[in-house]
């Protein structure tokens, strides 16, 4: 699989992310997210990912909710308009999969607060990465 996009613990979360919020910070446990005080705000938007239309994606990622209510989601960037969205649960989530199709040119990855009334999110980002699936 060709990889796109990569964001790891070692990474330097202000390189990889156009918006972010300026309370993440790196730890042991991975990248530290302290949301806002929000039902649905969002905590880091990557930068602009060349992809291309109609071809299949998998975006991978261990992220470990301990705080809240978060989502995790792709974007379609020209169009503004959500591919995929995947609530994140509280507890650890070792390598989860989602697998998309690119609705055009460029997306982006975005952590968002998902809560019922405005309240605080905590997670720990330890892997996210996106890679072309190929098709035969």
Known sequence: MKKLYELTSASNPAASFDAGNELASVSVKGIVIVSDKSKSNYQLVSKEIDVRKDKHY????????????MALGVLDSKNDQWITQYPLMLGKHELQTIEFVALSERCKIILQTDNPKPDLSTAYLRALVLEEIPRT
């Open 58 to 69: 998998c975006l991978k990622f261990d992220i470990e909710l301990v705080k809240g209510c």
